[in-house]
């Protein structure tokens, strides 16, 4: 489980096959371990290679073909740059929202609108999925936690991102057409999930 509040902008260093590897940068509170849970552009991905360097760790994961289909880190390149953010505590405190790291869909970067003190970014989501769409809602897009605007029917919907956010996330490097991952919120989905079992034909 994640929050949302990326911890760090990391790098792609190696993609062959199966083996995604990234770079860390910097010091973290814990040590590594092999099995640990990370979040790489919002997808849950498990460490099988932790390996310290000078400025911090090279991370490796095995991704299989799915994983690649169905999400966005099938783009990604040595190079690139990702959002990166380790499993949460159960003391930590929630300053995003629950993330589970399970994506749910790609979706595209519409349009991007530079205002003074921030930028207005609109995505459009699969419209099956416009449904968990609500205004002042959550979101996580690559796995930054994000607070729904304006979002219509036909799945468009838009985010304000400040400063500091634009600045600590790969998100200043997304250009209108880009895929994006993104995970709709796990509440919304368990509310929509039990009207249905208990009122048959809800949400049909």
């Known amino acids: ?7 760090n902008l ?9 083996r995604f590897e990234v770079e860390w940068t910097g010091p ?3 040590a590594w371990f092999v099995g640990e849970s990370v979040a790489v552009d919002g997808c849950c991905l498990t460490v099988i290679l932790a390996a310290p360097t000078d400025g911090g760790a090279r991370l490796g994961f095995d991704l299989s073909e799915e ?12 190079g690139d740059r990702v959002n990166l953010e380790r499993a949460m505590r159960l003391s930590d405190r929630l300053g995003g929202h629950l ?8 979706g595209t970067v519409l349009e991007i609108e530079k205002h003074p003190d921030s930028w207005r970014y609109r995505y459009q989501a699969p419209p099956e999925f416009a449904r968990y769409l609500a205004p002042k809602g959550s979101i996580a897009v ?10 219509t029917e036909g799945g ?25 991952n993104l995970e709709f919120d796990a509440m919304a989905k368990m509310v929509e999930r039990l009207v249905q079992a208990y009122l048959p034909g809800a949400g049909a």
């Open 1 to 7: 489980m994640f929050t949302g509040i990326v911890e």
């Open 10 to 18: 990391g790098k792609v260093v190696a993609r062959q096959g199966p």
């Open 142 to 151: 690559d796995g930054i936690s994000l607070t729904i605007v304006d979002p």
């Open 67 to 78: 994983t690649y289909a169905k999400t966005a880190l099938g783009d990604r390149r040595p």
């Open 156 to 180: 468009a919907f838009d985010v304000w991102i400040i400063p500091h956010t634009y600045e600590v996330t790969q998100i200043c490097d997304r250009k209108p057409g880009d895929r994006v």
């Open 99 to 106: 993330v589970q790291g399970h994506v749910d869909a790609t």
């Open 28 to 30: 973290t509170e814990e």
